[in-house]
């Protein structure tokens, strides 16, 4: 598939007004998206878990205009209140994807929004965000073009919210989601994440996340800026190359259930985007000293417990502990004696994995 694909032709219906509502989830990536080239093509492949709990619920409102307007008619409300600083991050998005979508100055739309997990958590809701709406624009073109089938559908939604933030293209469909060409991955494709498309043993179905949040605070540096940190890195051709071999070998891993080959690819994939971080010029570092207090304990639990818990982090501070279904106990007592510790004030989310967006109205 060519973007050009995703560039409609005349639209064969109209319509007036309507109303759409979808929840998309959070995801975290196993192996990790870290630097872009242009309009958002991923340096390199990743994968990630699709979560639960945390996600994004919008409704988009849409209503045609009697002429075509010069710029973009939207409103917009976060939790029920006006968000006038989520405005200029819409806006982009609506510029990088209206030769996709060639409707959207014909309608005002208003966009409510809210997630299912505070805002001050440290969570990036951008993924989720960002996948709730595309799906939602993606409803609008679906009434002006009945024609569309599901498979076109989903693939046009993670399209869009990668020109909006491109981790967002993995919160559409599926349990483990594969962004980014890998040869060995039919399908796969730097414009849009597919459905993991090979067998994954029954232990990966029912996986838990449970995100500790060590640093509720704004991040320091934006993924936007560490992402753009990757031109010239000097480990930046090495660190691509690695991420392929990881999918590969997680291919094993998800076919045969090996933990112990989860653990190793999942965690090293962590330090590894955090190693890139602090190696970069400006250099920077995301992880506190609780987040290195809690891998320690972690990694003291494990051996101990002969259990199989293992911690992924993102671009922050906070650690997302992974654990089968069978170990939840264990690991839930281990969280709440060892753990909650080294918690801003001592909050945690448990999620698990989840199965992608859901259209909630119509
Ligand atoms: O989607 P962005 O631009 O916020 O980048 C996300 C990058 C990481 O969360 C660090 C890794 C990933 O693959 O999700």
């Known amino acids: 598939m060519t973007y050009t694909e995703f560039l409609p032709s005349e639209y064969a219906k109209t319509v007036s007004e309507g109303k759409v509502t979808y929840r998309a989830p959070s995801n975290i990536a196993l192996v990790k998206y870290w630097g872009k080239k242009e309009d958002q093509i991923p340096a390199n492949p990743s994968i990630s878990f699709t979560l639960d709990a945390c996600a994004t619920t919008t409704a988009l409102t849409y209503s045609k205009l009697a002429e075509k307007g010069s710029g973009f008619s939207f409103e917009l409300l976060f939790e ?23 409707f959207l100055k014909d309608y005002h739309l208003k966009i409510e929004t ?27 073109e679906k009434q002006l073009d009945p024609s569309i089938n599901e498979e076109f559908f989903d693939q046009k939604a993670s399209f869009l919210a990668r020109l909006g933030s491109g981790s967002a293209c993995r919160s559409i469909e599926g349990d483990l989601v594969q962004w980014g060409y890998h040869k060995g991955i039919p399908a796969s494709s730097d414009l849009f994440a597919v459905k993991y498309p090979f067998p994954v043993h029954e232990v990966f179905h029912k996986y838990h996340d449970t995100i500790l949040l060590v640093d509720k605070g704004q991040k320091q540096v934006s993924s936007t800026i560490g992402h753009n940190l990757m031109h010239g890195h000097p480990f930046a051709e090495q660190r691509f190359s690695q991420a392929h071999e990881n999918i590969t070998k997680l291919k094993e891993v998800f076919a045969t ?12 994939e962590a330090l590894t985007l955090h190693a890139m971080m602090m190696t970069s010029m400006p250099y920077f570092i995301l992880m506190k000293p609780n987040t290195l207090k809690i891998i320690e304990k972690i990694w003291q639990f494990r051996s101990t417990s002969k259990t199989h818990l293992c911690f ?10 992974l654990y089968p279904q069978e170990e939840k106990e264990k690991v839930h007592q281990f969280i709440k004696d060892e753990l909650v ?13 989840g199965f992608g967006a859901k259209l909630l109205l119509p």
Not at 84 to 95: G, S
Not at 122 to 130: D, H
Not at 257 to 268: A, C, H, P, Q
Not at 341 to 353: K, L, P, V
């Open 80 to 102: 029920g209140k006006d968000k006038p600083d989520f405005r200029p991050k819409i806006e982009a998005f609506f510029n990088r994807i209206e030769s996709y979508l060639p």
């Open 257 to 268: 259930g090996n933990l112990k080959g989860f653990i190793e690819v999942v965690e090293s």
């Open 312 to 321: 992924t982090l993102d671009a922050g501070a906070n650690v997302h502990v």
């Open 114 to 140: 809210s997630n299912s997990f505070p805002h001050s958590s440290g969570i990036a809701s951008s993924a989720s965000g960002m996948a709730a709406l595309a799906l939602c624009l993606m409803h609008i």
């Open 341 to 353: 510790a080294y918690c801003e004030n001592g909050q945690y989310i448990c999620d698990r994995i």
